[in-house]
Structure formats: C-alpha cells, structure tokens
C-alpha cells in the first residue's frame, strides 16, 4: 500500500454522542475513491473535450448532454437537461490571431471579449491610445467621448494606460495554514476568506461596467476598427469577460491584450513611432443559446424519497481557458461524489439530488432560475420547500476541502462537522454557521438568498485567486488529483451523512430568518 493510499484510507476513530457517523460507509468511500476514482477522467472530457463552456454556447449544451448520459451510465435516474431563459443568444470565438506589424513584426497574445463581433477578415490599421476621465459622472464622460470622437475613426484604440505591475517579494501561501483553516471554520466566532469586493461607485459617478458600455458604443458609433484593453496581470495571464450588452452591434471587436504586449506598443507609441496592428477574429453568435440549462440527476431514496440532499457546481466557464479550476473540477468532484454512493450499491433513506449550473459566469442566474422555480423563498414558499435538507456547494478551484459553512444556526454547523470530522487526516477542520441572505460569489447563495440551507465547501487557494480564476491559464494542468481525489471522498461522505440522518438539517425558524436581501445583485463579475 502506497503512502497515498494510506493517507486516504487511515480513518481516525471518533465517538458521537449527539450525531450517528456511519463509519462503515465512510471507510467503503474512501476505498473507492482510492481504487477505482474516475474524477480526473470526467474533468478531462469536461475541460479538454467541452471547455471552454460558455453558457448559450454549444460547447456548453454539448458538456451538458454528455454528463447527462455519463450519470445515465453510472446507474442515476432522471438525468436531464433544465431549461431556463437566459435571455441572449450564445456567443463562441472560432479562431483568433492578431500581429504587431510595424515598426516591428510579432506575434502578440490576447484573448476575445466574449458577445463581440468579428473583424471580417484580417484588417489592419494604426494603434492609438486615449485615456478617459477617471470615476466619472455620466454628463463628464459624454462630454469627454464627444470631444474625441474624431480621434478613433479607423483606428486601433487602446483604452487606458498600461498598468504597472511591480515584483511580489512576498508570494501568498498555495495552503491554508491549520490555524488559518481552524478559525476559518471556527464554531464560534469564524473569520471570512479575504475574497476581492466590489465596490460600487460614489454617488453621481458611474460604475466600471457603465463607464464601459459607454466606451463601447461611442467606439462603434464613430468608426473605430478595434477596441484593445490591457490585461494588467503578470506573467502574461489574461481575464476577458463579455460585452455587457450581450449585443454585438452595440461594440466593435474587442481584445484583451497581456500586459507585455500593451506596455510594448504603449512605449512605441511614446516614441513616436506608428504601430500598425492587424487582427484577424471569428466569432459566432447562436439564437438558440437564449435558452440555457442546468443538468440535474437522483439516485432515489427509500423511506425519505421525497426529502432531497442536494450537491452541486457551475458547470459553464468563461472562454479563455478551458475552465478547469473554475470549475470543471467542482463539477467532476461533485460527479465524482454520486459516483461513488452509486458504485457501492449504498442506499439513501433522502434522495440525492445533483445539480451542475450554467449562468453562474453571469450572476448566478442557473442556480437562481432554479431556486425560484423548485423552490420558491422563505416568505412564498413552493412544495418543494420544506423537504430540501440542504444543498452542498463547491467553487474555489482545484484545493482540497478544509470545512464547511452553512446558511443557518449553529445546530447545521455542529451536524456537518460531525460527519466531517472523520476526515481530519485529510485535513478538514470543520464547519461554520452563516446568516447573509445576500446572493452573489457562488451558487450556494442562491439557496441562502431563499432562506435554504447552502452549504459552501471551503478550499485551500493553491494558485486559484492568483493565476486560474478566470484567466488563460485555467487548464487541466492546474488540478491535483490528489486533492481532488480527497474531495470528492469527503463530499461523497457528507452528502451519505445527511441522507440517511433521521432529522432534517436545522433551520432558522421565523423569529430568526434574517430578512431577505433588497434586490438581487448583478454578479460577482
């Protein structure tokens, strides 16, 4: 037995006075993870054969009815695809090539702004740079586009100065520290991941998105060829997300140019020199993306059938990678879960519910689509409302699972970390209670937005926030399957906890449910 298997298979034992750990089942789980995982082989068809997987786009639809008929294969009944309106057609970029011309050839790196048009062809044409009016009011930045509109005509214009990125002495850490981890999750009084926040604009002043759909159709209206943004990350990762109008009338071609190449023609054109830049971009745009889906699938319960425990991940990504951190490996350690239960024959008391979401790029809106429509609020609920035990959540990218943090009171914190202490020795340290009902980050919010029980599973970063969430190097070679291999048991374990527990999970009661959120939010992104 290798060191890894012992690792995965060494079960500490644990007594509970209050909380049944079915220690039999755990330690099946955790041999047929060890023996028999299929994880990397599903994030493999998800990532090198499906990504990158756009909502509305067909490599989404395809990835889609391709874990419909895996999960069909693997012995889950009612595997299907969810329709719900997404709204815009589907976008997808075919292929993509763009040059530094003059004074110097090179070949430069970018990636596509999704929900663009295409150039029609290789066009070339000089580079210009112009700089807005930093946080403006809307009056400022029209007057400011008015008085330079005669400058983009026919131009390759460059939005903004070139970010200055300095050297980082002090690289964060790929693991959570145990006493990071610890006071993560701690019962008590737990402190909150450091994730970037939004921070909406001063009152008067309009917000980047705005600024941005501004830009974009004073660019189209007065003749522009090109739109070109600075990545402004090292090592030449790229972030490109879409068109906010979802419209590609209302832009001209749009690219995201790795910081390198933006300085480098920045610098040229200080010089004085003309930089001449061609690009040659083919975008697809597809009608029938306006309608999206969600793939859902059960293994049925016995004596608690209509009491469901659900699981899930996004299963769409954004196009510059192929989505592998996020988060084709969500969604394969999640497969990789109901797998397992499947494979050893276990029989839920609950029916286990998996749920893999589009529309999580642009707001949550799969989750939230079905949410509202299985489910309803807290304050309109629907049927389906008070037999939902809980809905397990994973989205942070390819780290091992360290704990738990649940929308309700301390009792749904002290369940989950009874059926996740067995898994101490694989570093999982607990579970936390939440009360915010305010969506947005990941898809168990949509659940808390709703009053239900969302669970989130909390990961360590690895390279996650620093080089894969949303950028050009989001590819399978980012994952580890060790940890992802930990994952999927400790997941398998918890959803087998709390199917088969004779209780519900506990909820807020109604003196106690915070109050709903005001509105929805637009999205994380």
Do not use: C
């Amino acid at each position: 037995m290798t060191r890894k298997i012992a690792a995965i298979l060494f079960t500490p034992l644990f007594v509970f006075a209050e909380e049944h750990v079915d220690a039999d089942a755990n330690w099946k789980i955790r041999r047929e993870e060890v023996e028999n995982s299929r994880v990397m082989r599903t994030l493999h068809m998800l990532t090198d054969r499906y990504g990158p997987r756009l909502t509305g786009s067909p490599n989404y639809e395809a990835a889609g009815r391709w874990v419909v008929s895996t999960l069909t294969e693997w012995g889950l009944k009612n595997a299907r695809l969810e329709p719900w309106d997404f709204g815009h057609p589907g976008w997808l970029n075919d292929r993509a090539a763009g040059y530094l011309v003059s004074p110097v050839k090179d070949t430069l790196t970018f990636e596509v702004v999704a929900w663009t048009p295409s150039t029609n062809g290789l066009i070339q044409g000089s580079a210009i740079e112009v700089q807005p009016p930093e946080s403006p009011g809307k009056d400022d930045l029209a007057a400011w586009l008015e008085s330079h509109k005669e400058q983009v005509r026919g131009k390759m214009v460059m939005i903004g100065k070139a970010a200055v990125l300095r050297v980082s002495f002090d690289p964060p850490h790929k693991r959570l520290e145990e006493a990071e981890a610890r006071a993560r999750f701690d019962p008590v009084n737990p402190t909150r991941p450091n994730f970037p926040q939004r921070t909406p604009p001063p009152p008067g002043k309009l917000s980047a998105n705005q600024i941005n759909e501004m830009i974009d159709g004073w660019l189209a209206a007065n003749g522009a060829m090109m739109r070109i943004n600075d990545a402004g990350r090292e090592f030449g990762q790229i972030r490109a997300f879409n068109n906010r109008t979802f419209d590609g009338a209302k832009a001209v071609p749009t690219v995201v140019l790795r910081n390198e190449d933006y300085g480098r023609i920045e610098r040229l054109l200080a010089d004085g020199d003309d930089a001449r830049l061609a690009f040659d971009i083919a975008n697809q745009f597809y009608p029938e993306g306006k309608t999206s889906y969600n793939v859902v699938a059960e293994i049925p319960g016995s004596d608690k059938a209509e009491e469901v425990v659900m699981l899930g991940a996004h299963l769409d990504s954004w196009h510059s990678a192929t989505g592998a951190t996020d988060n084709a490996i969500g969604s394969s350690m999640m497969m990789e879960a109901v797998r397992i239960i499947q494979t050893l024959g276990l029989k839920p008391r609950r029916t286990i519910r998996i749920a893999l979401w589009s529309g999580e790029e642009q707001g949550l809106l799969g989750s939230a689509a079905y949410v509202k429509q299985h489910f309803g609020t807290f304050e309109e609920p629907k049927p389906e409302y008070s037999k939902l035990v809980g809905y397990l959540n994973i989205d942070s990218g390819t780290g091992r699972v360290r704990g738990a943090n649940v929308f309700g009171p301390a009792e749904a914190a002290g369940v989950l970390r009874a059926a996740l202490a067995p898994f101490e020795d694989l570093g999982v340290v607990g579970a936390s209670a939440g009360n915010s009902r305010n969506p947005g980050g990941t898809d168990s919010t949509s659940f808390n937005a709703a009053g239900l029980p969302g669970i989130s599973l909390g990961q360590d970063p690895i390279e996650y926030q620093t080089n894969t969430w949303h950028t050009n190097l989001d590819t399978y070679e980012r994952v580890i399957p060790d940890d992802a291999m930990k994952s999927a048991t400790v997941i398998a374990a918890a959803v087998w906890h709390l199917a088969n527990r004779d209780g519900l999970l506990p909820r807020f009661d109604a003196a106690h449910m915070p109050k709903p959120p005001k509105a929805p939010e637009e999205g994380r992104r």
